[in-house]
């Protein structure tokens, strides 16, 4: 976000030719936004123990999964972290999904 034209990254804005965004600032926020502050929120509910952690977890899945979708259809596969990433999201569903059976169980 600090340097919206990619150069700190050692990307180019070229990447994003065919996608809706002018620069890195937007994916930037929404990136920082939902994949970090929202991780970080769900690992304090998470720590606490709180009911609403099965939610927060599907919750973050489903938005990692949305992120890379997105990603590969303007960008293309251009990281194996990308795959790598989508399965993190499909295993955050499939955890926060047996927390929400295992919660209605008791």
Do not use: C
Request: charged content about 10%.
């Amino acid at each position: 976000m600090l340097e919206p034209d990619g150069s700190n990254l050692g990307m180019s804005v070229e990447l994003l030719s065919k996608s809706p965004f002018q620069n890195f600032l937007i994916p930037g926020i929404v990136l920082l936004t939902f994949n970090g502050i929202g991780s970080l929120v769900g690992s304090f509910l998470s720590l606490k123990r709180h009911h609403l952690t099965s939610v927060a977890t599907i919750s973050l899945g489903v938005i990692l999964i949305i992120w890379i979708g997105s990603q590969v259809y303007w960008l293309g596969l251009i990281s194996i972290l990308q795959p790598f990433f989508f399965a993190i999201g499909l295993l955050e569903i499939f955890l926060g999904g047996i927390l929400l059976i295992n919660k209605g169980q008791s």
